[in-house]
């Protein structure tokens, strides 16, 4: 489904996120910081889950090139308030250039986050990649979608949980949950918002520790978004109406300063610029359209670009890349 199409969907709905944020907050959405740096690779990957926001999987061809990745990192050099750079896809270990993007980034002195699919440590060729995380510091974030296979298998495909685990076990075999960081996400496996993720993380520590001997540091539960495969799982099932009055029932304004469309950018594969990566599938870009053109104080003072997909992030305790807001 092309991404115009989805916006006149979500547009459909009678609630207006826009309409929500001012009533809460008379300033609307600005940008607060450029803490986080969120770079797309691109949409190759080895899996295809159901719940993708990128419908990336192993027929997708998009993907960073190098001149655009040399970019990125002039600008995350010359702006001393990035602190973080958030490398995503698809699975971005797949990219050629992963590894040169990680130790130039960790070289400029930034803390790397790999957003990592934990299968992609299984496929052959990828022995290097423990190793490798563990050399250059990298946080690891890590989808797993609930600690009982079943419901990760209905979610990411056949098998995945049990690739996952033996990714977990090779993570934590070089100090990934003790003295390097590895955090897990979790997004819920039916028309719900996640429960507390204080309850959660120790539920999911307490199983993964009994079952299989796994540690990690921290869960981060993101709601599934109406967008992309996820939203036309939910429009073939009649079920699109039923999941956006969950998230218009939702609504809570004591999200909104915690967003993360205020406190990062997120680049596509192609160097388009957006106010997060959710924006970026439905190529609503931002302000400034791409990191060539890419200026610190504009970028500051651009107004954030919103839909109804973005009730999302405000719904429950809200969720971000980071997991809940409130």
Request: net charge negative; charged share 20%; hydrophobic share 40%.
């Amino acid at each position: 489904m092309q991404a115009a199409e989805q916006l006149q969907i979500l547009a459909t709905v009678e609630a207006d996120f826009q309409t929500a944020v001012l009533n809460a907050d008379s300033q609307g959405l600005r940008p607060v910081t450029l803490a986080t740096f969120q770079i797309n690779l691109g949409k190759i990957c080895n899996q295809a889950c159901r719940h993708c926001h990128v419908a990336a999987g192993p027929n997708r061809t998009e993907s960073m090139s190098r001149p655009i990745i040399d970019r990125c990192l002039e600008i995350i050099r010359s702006v001393p308030d990035i602190q973080i750079v958030d490398i995503t896809g698809g699975a971005p270990e797949l990219h050629p250039d992963f590894r040169y993007l990680v130790q130039a980034a960790s070289e400029a002195g930034k803390q790397v986050m790999n957003r990592c699919n934990l299968t992609i440590i299984e496929e052959d060729g990828f022995d290097w990649l423990p190793d490798f995380l563990a050399a250059n510091k990298v946080a690891v974030i890590a989808s797993l979608p609930h600690f009982a296979a079943a419901r990760t298998d209905q979610q990411r495909g056949r098998g995945v949980f049990d690739k996952s685990v033996q990714g977990m076990q090779k993570l934590n075999a070089v100090g990934y949950g003790d003295r390097l960081p590895l955090h897990l996400v979790y997004n819920p496996t039916g028309l719900f918002l996640a429960a507390s993720q204080q309850d959660l993380e120790r539920e999911y520590k307490q199983q993964l520790s009994r079952r299989h001997d796994l540690r990690f540091n921290q869960l981060f539960c993101i709601n599934n978004m109406p967008i992309s495969r996820y939203l036309e799982s939910l429009l073939r099932a009649g079920k699109f109406e039923q999941w956006m009055t969950v998230l218009v029932n939702g609504f809570n304004p004591a999200t909104i300063p915690g967003l993360m469309c205020r406190h990062q950018i997120s680049v596509g594969y192609d160097g388009r610029v957006y106010d997060c990566d959710f924006n970026q599938m439905l190529e609503l870009q931002a302000e400034i359209a791409h990191v060539d053109h890419f200026d610190y104080q504009q970028f500051m003072a651009r107004t954030i670009k919103v839909a109804n997909h973005c009730y999302g992030c405000t719904a429950g305790a809200g969720s971000s890349c980071g997991g809940e807001l409130a």
